[in-house]
DNA sequence: AGCCTGACTCGGA
DNA sequence: CTCCGAGCCAGGC
Protein backbone atom coordinates (compact mmCIF):
# COMPACT_ATOMS: atom_id res chain seq x y z
CA UNK A 1 0.00 0.00 0.00
CA UNK A 2 1.03 3.30 -0.59
CA UNK A 3 -0.53 4.90 2.43
CA UNK A 4 1.72 6.60 4.55
CA UNK A 5 1.07 5.77 7.97
CA UNK A 6 5.35 6.24 8.22
CA UNK A 7 4.37 6.08 11.64
CA UNK A 8 2.04 2.86 11.88
CA UNK A 9 4.91 1.24 10.45
CA UNK A 10 7.17 2.45 12.93
CA UNK A 11 5.00 1.41 16.11
CA UNK A 12 4.71 -1.86 14.18
CA UNK A 13 8.46 -2.44 14.34
CA UNK A 14 9.06 -0.95 17.75
CA UNK A 15 6.20 -3.69 19.41
CA UNK A 16 8.46 -6.34 17.90
CA UNK A 17 11.17 -5.31 19.99
CA UNK A 18 11.71 -7.73 23.01
CA UNK A 19 12.12 -6.62 26.69
CA UNK A 20 15.99 -6.18 27.18
CA UNK A 21 16.44 -5.01 24.29
CA UNK A 22 16.66 -1.71 22.94
CA UNK A 23 17.27 -0.43 19.30
CA UNK A 24 17.58 2.96 17.58
CA UNK A 25 15.82 5.52 15.82
CA UNK A 26 18.50 5.13 12.95
CA UNK A 27 18.22 1.16 13.29
CA UNK A 28 14.35 1.25 13.04
CA UNK A 29 14.51 3.89 10.22
CA UNK A 30 16.79 2.21 8.10
CA UNK A 31 14.30 -1.77 8.45
CA UNK A 32 11.87 0.61 6.98
CA UNK A 33 13.59 1.61 4.27
CA UNK A 34 14.34 5.23 5.34
CA UNK A 35 17.69 5.47 6.79
CA UNK A 36 17.24 8.88 7.20
CA UNK A 37 14.36 9.27 8.90
CA UNK A 38 15.85 8.75 12.74
CA UNK A 39 14.15 11.86 13.45
CA UNK A 40 10.97 11.00 12.14
CA UNK A 41 10.82 7.83 14.12
CA UNK A 42 11.56 9.54 17.29
CA UNK A 43 9.04 12.23 16.49
CA UNK A 44 6.60 8.78 15.99
CA UNK A 45 7.51 7.98 19.64
CA UNK A 46 6.92 11.16 21.40
CA UNK A 47 3.68 11.87 19.62
CA UNK A 48 2.01 8.06 20.22
CA UNK A 49 0.99 7.07 23.54
CA UNK A 50 -0.25 3.48 22.57
CA UNK A 51 0.79 1.43 26.18
CA UNK A 52 1.53 -1.13 23.18
CA UNK A 53 4.33 0.78 21.85
CA UNK A 54 7.87 0.12 23.71
CA UNK A 55 9.20 3.81 22.68
CA UNK A 56 11.36 3.40 26.06
CA UNK A 57 13.46 0.58 24.30
CA UNK A 58 14.32 3.41 21.68
CA UNK A 59 17.28 5.10 22.37
CA UNK A 60 19.96 7.05 20.15
CA UNK A 61 23.15 5.55 18.23
CA UNK A 62 25.09 6.33 20.68
CA UNK A 63 22.92 3.68 23.28
CA UNK A 64 22.20 7.29 25.41
CA UNK A 65 19.01 7.90 26.32
CA UNK A 66 17.78 11.03 23.90
CA UNK A 67 14.14 12.00 26.27
CA UNK A 68 15.45 11.68 29.47
CA UNK A 69 13.44 14.58 30.85
CA UNK A 70 11.54 15.34 27.70
CA UNK A 71 8.42 13.23 29.25
CA UNK A 72 6.07 15.06 31.48
CA UNK A 73 5.03 12.11 33.65
CA UNK A 74 5.48 8.41 33.82
CA UNK A 75 8.67 6.52 35.00
CA UNK A 76 12.08 7.10 33.43
CA UNK A 77 12.99 5.19 30.34
CA UNK A 78 16.08 4.22 32.01
CA UNK A 79 14.54 2.90 34.90
CA UNK A 80 12.30 0.88 32.52
CA UNK A 81 15.05 -0.65 30.41
CA UNK A 82 17.44 -1.37 33.90
CA UNK A 83 14.24 -3.41 34.93
CA UNK A 84 14.44 -5.37 31.57
CA UNK A 85 17.70 -6.08 32.88
CA UNK A 86 19.44 -3.80 30.64
CA UNK A 87 22.85 -2.13 32.39
CA UNK A 88 23.96 1.31 31.88
CA UNK A 89 27.77 2.38 32.42
CA UNK A 90 28.83 5.47 34.66
CA UNK A 91 28.11 7.38 31.92
CA UNK A 92 24.71 6.22 31.52
CA UNK A 93 24.74 4.73 28.23
CA UNK A 94 24.13 1.08 27.04
CA UNK A 95 26.13 -1.06 25.41
CA UNK A 96 24.55 -1.56 22.19
CA UNK A 97 26.69 -4.73 21.13
CA UNK A 98 25.47 -6.35 23.94
CA UNK A 99 21.92 -5.30 23.51
CA UNK A 100 20.78 -4.05 20.81
CA UNK A 101 17.85 -6.27 19.19
CA UNK A 102 18.63 -7.78 16.02
CA UNK A 103 15.37 -7.89 14.16
CA UNK A 104 14.43 -11.12 12.41
CA UNK A 105 14.48 -12.43 9.31
CA UNK A 106 11.19 -11.65 8.68
CA UNK A 107 9.53 -13.35 5.72
CA UNK A 108 12.38 -13.76 3.16
CA UNK A 109 11.33 -11.75 0.26
CA UNK A 110 14.10 -13.77 -2.08
CA UNK A 111 14.39 -16.98 -1.30
CA UNK A 112 17.69 -18.70 -2.34
C1' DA B 1 3.13 27.40 -0.14
C1' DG B 2 6.97 28.74 3.18
C1' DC B 3 9.43 28.65 7.64
C1' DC B 4 10.60 26.59 12.18
C1' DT B 5 11.13 22.71 15.30
C1' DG B 6 12.46 18.14 16.84
C1' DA B 7 12.96 11.60 21.70
C1' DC B 8 18.45 11.62 15.08
C1' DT B 9 23.08 10.76 12.89
C1' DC B 10 27.50 11.50 11.06
C1' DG B 11 31.83 13.79 10.33
C1' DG B 12 35.16 17.21 11.63
C1' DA B 13 37.52 20.41 15.08
C1' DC C 1 35.65 12.81 25.11
C1' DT C 2 32.86 17.05 24.03
C1' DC C 3 31.11 20.75 20.95
C1' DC C 4 29.43 22.42 16.33
C1' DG C 5 27.41 22.27 11.84
C1' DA C 6 24.89 20.08 7.97
C1' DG C 7 21.64 16.66 6.04
C1' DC C 8 16.99 14.36 6.22
C1' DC C 9 11.88 13.60 7.16
C1' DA C 10 7.24 14.86 8.68
C1' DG C 11 4.17 18.04 11.23
C1' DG C 12 2.47 22.48 13.10
C1' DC C 13 1.63 27.55 12.20
Same mark, same amino acid.
Given at each position: ????????? +???? +???????????????????????????????????????????????? *? %???????????? $? @? *??????????????? %???? @?? @?????? $??? +???? $??
Amino acid at each position: MTTDAFFGR +VYHV +VRQIPPGRVATYGQIARLLGEPHAARTVGWAMRASTDPTVPWHRVVNA *Q %GRISAEGTRREG $P @L *QRALLEEEGIDFDAR %GRVD @LG @LYQWRP $PPE +VSPR $PA
